[in-house]
């Protein structure tokens, strides 16, 4: 007969203990949706339709070098779990998250890559694409990486072998 967990003398339970919280703020989130309205009111002023046209094809090709930067970066990744991403459209995490709970060291590795391989391919677009695709691309690039950029240097102190746990609201960081 099994005994219960809470009367056997050796039982290994792996838990993990909440280290850090970082709540995400109503007015953080309204203040960073209103920089991409304020992004598409100049792209409108600037450059009329064409703005506007630049500022929705520039999400798309974000999101498309986002998606093959983290494909790369996963090449090195062993467990599959860590691979798993899922694509959101709620404030602040816009575009890829991780599905499940992440190693921090990943996390910070995912977005450090995918900012500044990111900027290189930009950068290697910039002979073919009109002004405003070009504006409209990185600021979208800086916009959708900033809330995971700050979330990683707000973390930065915290050991690297930690779990972090982003929800709606509110990003955790657990250690064991």
Do not use: C, E
């Given at each position: 007969m099994r005994q219960k967990l809470s009367e056997q003398k050796n039982a290994t339970i792996y838990q993990y203990q909440l280290v850090k919280r970082k709540v995400i703020r109503p007015e953080l989130i309204q203040s960073?949706?209103?920089?991409?309205?304020?992004?598409?009111?100049?792209?409108?002023?600037?450059?009329?339709?064409?703005?506007?046209?630049?500022w929705l094809f520039g999400f798309a090709v974000v999101q498309i070098i986002h998606i093959a930067i983290m494909l790369l970066t996963f090449i090195s990744v062993d467990e599959a779990a860590d691979r798993k991403w899922i694509w959101r459209i709620t404030p602040p995490?816009?575009?890829?998250?991780?599905?499940?709970?992440?190693?921090?060291?990943?996390?910070?590795?995912?977005?450090?890559?995918?900012f500044w391989i990111g900027l290189c391919a930009i950068a290697l677009l910039y002979p073919w694409v009109k002004e405003s695709l070009l504006i409209s691309i990185v600021s979208w690039h800086l916009w959708l990486l900033t809330p995971r950029l700050l979330l990683s240097f707000s973390f930065r102190k915290e050991q690297k072998d930690g779990v972090l746990r982003l929800e709606a609201r509110e990003a955790s960081y657990y250690r064991r």
């Open positions: 960073h949706v209103l920089i991409a309205a304020i992004l598409l009111a100049f792209q409108m002023l600037m450059y009329q339709m064409d703005g506007l046209f630049s995490w816009i575009g890829f998250k991780p599905a499940n709970d992440i190693k921090l060291l990943l996390f910070r590795r995912v977005h450090r890559h995918m």
